[in-house]
């Protein structure tokens, strides 16, 4: 399975997890790979709209680049959702951080997996909060 197809995967299974708790979700197809910003999924329940960038790793670190960060706050600023990144470590739980949780690092972002259990928040905490 190639990277592409794994990130595709990664993103069904959060799209399933939200409809499951209510919460109407689309995915963007080519997110990333066109010139507008774009997440890869955005989810709503008419009270709050959440644009969420998903990324699975088999690592203990998840690498982000300026880019990524970036094209999330420009949609979110646009479209006036809550920017949001959804990270799962290999066999644990769907974790979500705000970009604030996101450590700064001289080329761009990472988020560690240590970090991601002590700030990131469980979807059932996410669709509560």
Known sequence: MSVKQKGSKAERE??????????ATIRSAGSGSMKYPGPDL???????????????TKKTKQYLEEYDIKQLKDFCD???????FAVRFARKNWLFLGIEDIEKTETGYVIDSKVAERRGLLIEELIKA
């Open 42 to 56: 955005i989810a709503s329940n008419k009270a709050r709209r959440l644009a969420i960038e998903c990324k699975s």
């Open 14 to 23: 959060l799209l399933h997890l939200f409809w499951a708790k209510g919460w």
């Open 78 to 84: 646009i479209f006036g959702a809550e920017p949001w």
